[in-house]
C-alpha cells in the first residue's frame, strides 16, 4: 500500500498508529485533553477488524489494572490518560515496573497540581523520569513534539517496552494532542498469534504448558535477600538502558554560543524562538531531548563544552533543568524560563527570557 | 511561501472549521500544515480561535507571537489581536461584529460583510466560506480547486451536494471584500 498523509490531531495519530501497529488492548478512561484518543478507537471499531480489545474502564485505577492484566499475558496493552488520571495510575506502574511487564502509557499533560486546568502544561516530568510511584523503577520516556512523532513514538514505545521487558510512557501535551498535523501512518500489521506471543515472552502467563515451571508474574517478594536481588537486576536492566536507548535531536548546535534545551511542544517554540534569535545575530542551537529518560546528559555535557550558557524552555516551574544542570556541573550557566499553570509561552516570551536570563 | 494566520470569533461561526478546510487545503497541495486550535472552556458561547500555518518548508512553532494575517469576527477578538498583526501584514473584519473598527495605521485593514451577504442571500451556513473566499483573494496560498478537494474529503458524503453553494460562497467573498482606509 502507498503511503497515506493524513491530517489529524495528536492524539487521533496515537489511536491509528495503535491499531495499525497490532496492538491487542487498549484500556482508558476519558479526560481532557486527551479524549481523542479513546473516541478515535471507538470510532474506528478495531475490535471488528484487527480484534484489537478497547475498554472504556470505570476508572483510571482500573484501567492500568487492566493493563497489568494484559500484559501478564504477554500481549500489547496500553492505556492513555491526562496529569490528574496518570496520578491515579501511580501504584499500578510501580507494579508493572516491578513485575517487569511491558506497556504503554500516554500522559497528554495539562496544567496542575490537582485537577488543575485543561491547557498545556509539562508540569509531570518529575513524575514521570523521578518516580512518582514506590520503589527504583524507571520507565522508559519518550517525548513527541510532532503529530507525525505521537504516530511514530507508538510503535518505538511498544518494541523498547518488550525489548527490555519494562513499561513505556509516552509524554505529549495538550498542545501536540490537539493540533492537527500532516502524518504518515505506518502500515497495518496482523497481531501477533498466540503462539507468537508465547515464541516472544517465554515469561508470560498464558497458559501453562505441560514439562514447563509456572510462570508467576508479580512484584511481591517477601524475603528482603531476594528483593534486594531482583532490584539489582532492575538497576542492570536500566543501566542497560542508559547505554543503549538514549535519544535526542540537535539544530543548528554547530556554531551555537547559547543553547535551549527544550523537549515536546517547547521545542517546537523553540525552534522559531532560534529563527528569531538568529536573524537579531544570536547563535543560539536547540538540543531536544527525545528520550526524557534515559536523559541525553552526555550529549548536553557535550554541548556545555561549546556554549556560555543553557536556558531551558519547559511549561513548568523548573523540573528537567535539574537534570540538565546534573549533565553540565556547573561548568555554564543553566537557566529556566517557564509558563504554568496551562499557560504556553510565544516565540518572542522565550526571545526575551535567553536574553534577560542568558546573554543579559 | 509561508502563511501564519490567526483565525478568532464566537464559538459556533465555523471558526475552527474554516481554519481545518484551509490546512486541509494546504495538505492536498503538499504543503506543509498546522492547525492549532485555543481548546479552552471560552469555546462555549466565548471566543474561539485558530492557528492555522501553510507553508512549503517544515514549521517550527505552531504557537505564534505575531501573524501575517488575522481574520477577526468579533469585538473581542480584535482587542486580543490587532496588536498582533505583523507591521504590513493583513488584518479582515466582519463588519456585522466589530463595532469599533481596527485602528492600526501599520497594517492593511479589510472588510468583509460576510455575515449580512451570508443572511441575505439565505446561505447563513456558508458564512465562514465567504470570509475564506476574501482570505484567499488577498492571500491566494492555496487553489480554490484544493478547497473544493478538501470539502470533499472532509465532509461526509450526504452532505457532498452543498459543495456547489461553498464554491459560490467563495467567490462572493472575493468579491465583496474591500480595503478600508484608517
Given at each position: 500500500?502507498?503511503?497515506?498523509?493524513?491530517?489529524?490531531?495528536?492524539?487521533?495519530?496515537?489511536?491509528?498508529?495503535?491499531?495499525?501497529?497490532?496492538?491487542?488492548?487498549?484500556?482508558?478512561?476519558?479526560?481532557?485533553?486527551?479524549?481523542?484518543?479513546?473516541?478515535?478507537?471507538?470510532?474506528?471499531?478495531?475490535?471488528?477488524?484487527?480484534?484489537?480489545?478497547?475498554?472504556?474502564?470505570?476508572?483510571?485505577?482500573?484501567?492500568?489494572?487492566?493493563?497489568?492484566?494484559?500484559?501478564?499475558?504477554?500481549?500489547?496493552?496500553?492505556?492513555?490518560?491526562?496529569?490528574?488520571?496518570?496520578?491515579?495510575k501511580q501504584e499500578g506502574i510501580s507494579y508493572l515496573a516491578g513485575a517487569e511487564l511491558p506497556c504503554l502509557v500516554v500522559n497528554v499533560m495539562r496544567g496542575g497540581p490537582g485537577l488543575g486546568t485543561i491547557q498545556p502544561s509539562q508540569a509531570d516530568y518529575f513524575q514521570t523520569v523521578k518516580g512518582g510511584g514506590h520503589g527504583d523503577y524507571r520507565?522508559?520516556?519518550?517525548?513527541?513534539?510532532?503529530?507525525?512523532?505521537?504516530?511514530?513514538?507508538?510503535?518505538?514505545?511498544?518494541?523498547?517496552?518488550?525489548?527490555?521487558?519494562?513499561?513505556?510512557?509516552?509524554?505529549?501535551?495538550?498542545?501536540?494532542?490537539?493540533?492537527?498535523?500532516?502524518?504518515?501512518?505506518?502500515?497495518?500489521?496482523?497481531?501477533?498469534?498466540?503462539?507468537?506471543?508465547?515464541?516472544?515472552?517465554?515469561?508470560?502467563?498464558?497458559?501453562?504448558?505441560?514439562?514447563?515451571?509456572p510462570n508467576i508474574i508479580t512484584s511481591l517478594e517477601l524475603d528482603p535477600a531476594e528483593m534486594e536481588k531482583r532490584n539489582i537486576h532492575l538497576q542492570a536492566k536500566y543501566a542497560e538502558i542508559e547505554a543503549n536507548e538514549v535519544r535526542y535531536e540537535e539544530i543548528n548546535c554547530e556554531d551555537a554560543e547559547y543553547l535551549i534545551v527544550a523537549f515536546?511542544?517547547?521545542?517546537?517554540?523553540?525552534?522559531?524562538?532560534?529563527?528569531?534569535?538568529?536573524?537579531?545575530?544570536?547563535?543560539?542551537?536547540?538540543?531536544?531531548?527525545?528520550?526524557?529518560?534515559?536523559?541525553?546528559?552526555?550529549?548536553?555535557?557535550?554541548?556545555?563544552?561549546?556554549?556560555?550558557?543553557?536556558?531551558?524552555?519547559?511549561?513548568?516551574?523548573?523540573?528537567?533543568?535539574?537534570?540538565?544542570?546534573?549533565?553540565?556541573?556547573?561548568?555554564?550557566?543553566?537557566?529556566?524560563?517557564?509558563?504554568?499553570?496551562?499557560?504556553?509561552?510565544?516565540?518572542?516570551e522565550v526571545v526575551n527570557a535567553l536574553k534577560t536570563k542568558l546573554i543579559k | 511561501m509561508k502563511q501564519e494566520i490567526i483565525i478568532a470569533g464566537f464559538g459556533g461561526q465555523g471558526v475552527l472549521s474554516m481554519g481545518k478546510i484551509l490546512a486541509y487545503s494546504g495538505l492536498m497541495e503538499d504543503k506543509e500544515v498546522t492547525w492549532m486550535p485555543a481548546?479552552?472552556?471560552?469555546?462555549?458561547?466565548?471566543?474561539?480561535?485558530?492557528?492555522?500555518?501553510?507553508?512549503?518548508?517544515?514549521?517550527?512553532?505552531?504557537?505564534?507571537?505575531?501573524?501575517?494575517?488575522?481574520?477577526?469576527?468579533?469585538?473581542?477578538?480584535?482587542?486580543?489581536?490587532?496588536?498582533?498583526?505583523?507591521?504590513?501584514?493583513?488584518?479582515?473584519?466582519?463588519?456585522?461584529?466589530?463595532?469599533?473598527?481596527?485602528?492600526?495605521?501599520?497594517?492593511?485593514?479589510?472588510?468583509?460583510?460576510?455575515?449580512?451577504?451570508?443572511?441575505?442571500?439565505?446561505?447563513?451556513?456558508?458564512?465562514?466560506?465567504?470570509?475564506?473566499?476574501?482570505?484567499?483573494?488577498?492571500?491566494?496560498?492555496?487553489?480554490?480547486?484544493?478547497?473544493?478537494?478538501?470539502?470533499?474529503?472532509?465532509?461526509?458524503?450526504?452532505?457532498?451536494?452543498?459543495?456547489?453553494?461553498?464554491?459560490?460562497?467563495?467567490?462572493?467573498?472575493?468579491?465583496?471584500?474591500?480595503?478600508?482606509?484608517?
Amino acid at each position: 500500500m502507498a503511503e497515506e498523509v493524513v491530517l489529524m490531531k495528536g492524539n487521533e495519530a496515537i489511536a491509528h498508529a495503535a491499531i495499525r501497529f497490532g496492538v491487542d488492548g487498549y484500556f482508558g478512561y476519558p479526560i481532557t485533553p486527551q479524549s481523542e484518543v479513546l473516541e478515535t478507537l471507538a470510532e474506528q471499531k478495531p475490535w471488528e477488524t484487527t480484534g484489537m480489545v478497547v475498554v472504556q474502564a470505570e476508572s483510571e485505577v482500573s484501567a492500568i489494572n487492566m493493563v497489568y492484566g494484559g500484559a501478564a499475558t504477554g500481549k500489547m496493552v496500553m492505556t492513555s490518560s491526562s496529569s490528574p488520571g496518570v496520578s491515579l495510575k501511580q501504584e499500578g506502574i510501580s507494579y508493572l515496573a516491578g513485575a517487569e511487564l511491558p506497556c504503554l502509557v500516554v500522559n497528554v499533560m495539562r496544567g496542575g497540581p490537582g485537577l488543575g486546568t485543561i491547557q498545556p502544561s509539562q508540569a509531570d516530568y518529575f513524575q514521570t523520569v523521578k518516580g512518582g510511584g514506590h520503589g527504583d523503577y524507571r520507565l522508559i520516556a519518550l517525548a513527541p513534539a510532532s503529530v507525525q512523532e505521537m504516530a511514530d513514538f507508538v510503535g518505538l514505545a511498544f518494541d523498547l517496552a518488550f525489548k527490555y521487558r519494562n513499561p513505556a510512557i509516552l509524554l505529549a501535551d495538550g498542545v501536540i494532542g490537539q493540533m492537527m498535523e500532516k502524518v504518515v501512518l505506518p502500515e497495518q500489521r496482523t497481531r501477533l498469534t498466540d503462539e507468537e506471543v508465547i515464541a516472544r515472552c517465554p515469561w508470560a502467563a498464558n497458559g501453562k504448558t505441560a514439562g514447563r515451571k509456572p510462570n508467576i508474574i508479580t512484584s511481591l517478594e517477601l524475603d528482603p535477600a531476594e528483593m534486594e536481588k531482583r532490584n539489582i537486576h532492575l538497576q542492570a536492566k536500566y543501566a542497560e538502558i542508559e547505554a543503549n536507548e538514549v535519544r535526542y535531536e540537535e539544530i543548528n548546535c554547530e556554531d551555537a554560543e547559547y543553547l535551549i534545551v527544550a523537549f515536546g511542544s517547547c521545542a517546537r517554540i523553540a525552534q522559531k524562538t532560534m529563527e528569531l534569535a538568529r536573524a537579531e545575530g544570536i547563535k543560539v542551537g536547540l538540543l531536544r531531548p527525545i528520550t526524557l529518560w534515559p536523559f541525553p546528559s552526555k550529549a548536553i555535557a557535550e554541548r556545555a563544552k561549546q556554549v556560555k550558557g543553557i536556558l531551558t524552555v519547559e511549561l513548568n516551574a523548573g523540573q528537567m533543568v535539574e537534570d540538565v544542570r546534573l549533565a553540565v556541573e556547573c561548568k555554564v550557566p543553566v537557566e529556566h524560563f517557564g509558563r504554568l499553570g496551562g499557560i504556553v509561552p510565544d516565540p518572542d516570551e522565550v526571545v526575551n527570557a535567553l536574553k534577560t536570563k542568558l546573554i543579559k | 511561501m509561508k502563511q501564519e494566520i490567526i483565525i478568532a470569533g464566537f464559538g459556533g461561526q465555523g471558526v475552527l472549521s474554516m481554519g481545518k478546510i484551509l490546512a486541509y487545503s494546504g495538505l492536498m497541495e503538499d504543503k506543509e500544515v498546522t492547525w492549532m486550535p485555543a481548546y479552552g472552556p471560552e469555546q462555549r458561547g466565548g471566543t474561539a480561535n485558530v492557528t492555522v500555518i501553510v507553508s512549503d518548508e517544515r514549521i517550527s512553532s505552531p504557537i505564534l507571537s505575531q501573524y501575517d494575517t488575522a481574520i477577526i469576527l468579533n469585538q473581542p477578538s480584535l482587542a486580543k489581536f490587532e496588536n498582533k498583526v505583523k507591521p504590513g501584514g493583513i488584518l479582515i473584519y466582519d463588519g456585522y461584529g466589530i463595532i469599533e473598527p481596527p485602528t492600526r495605521k501599520d497594517i492593511q485593514v479589510y472588510r468583509i460583510d460576510a455575515m449580512d451577504e451570508a443572511n441575505e442571500r439565505g446561505m447563513a451556513k456558508t458564512f465562514n466560506m465567504i470570509v475564506l473566499g476574501g482570505l484567499l483573494k488577498l492571500r491566494p496560498m492555496v487553489e480554490i480547486e484544493s478547497v473544493l478537494k478538501a470539502l470533499r474529503k472532509t465532509l461526509p458524503e450526504r452532505h457532498h451536494k452543498l459543495i456547489p453553494m461553498n464554491e459560490e460562497a467563495i467567490h462572493i467573498g472575493m468579491d465583496i471584500i474591500k480595503q478600508v482606509e484608517v
